[in-house]
């Protein structure tokens, strides 16, 4: 997309990148953080989890802006972001 004019403070802003981390055993395979994920960066994979499901897998490497919108839609906690360069506590 291309803009008319180029915000004044488009130098300034820093793009923060994110990593995405899925519990895939609590995932029930809804697929509410595949459908709702701004950048599209997410899809179902092809194994299963325990419960049978198909868990999502980041299908974008390296695109995920780290906005914690699949956190937020996720019924069962089973997605969450990070800032990349953080070491995840669970996993």
């Not at 055993?25 to 595949?34: A, N």
């Not at 459908?35 to 695109?63: A, M, T």
């Amino acid at each position: 997309m291309t803009y008319w004019r180029t915000p004044l403070d488009a130098n300034d802003i820093e793009i923060k990148k994110g990593v995405v981390y899925i519990i895939d055993d609590r995932c029930k395979g809804c697929g509410y953080c595949i459908e709702f994920c701004p950048r599209d960066i997410l899809g179902f994979s092809s194994r299963f989890n325990k419960k049978g499901y198909h868990p999502p897998e980041v299908k974008k490497q390296g695109e995920c802006l780290n906005c914690h919108y699949c956190e937020i839609i996720c019924p069962e906690f089973a997605i969450y972001s990070a800032e990349a360069g953080q070491e995840s506590s669970e996993q």
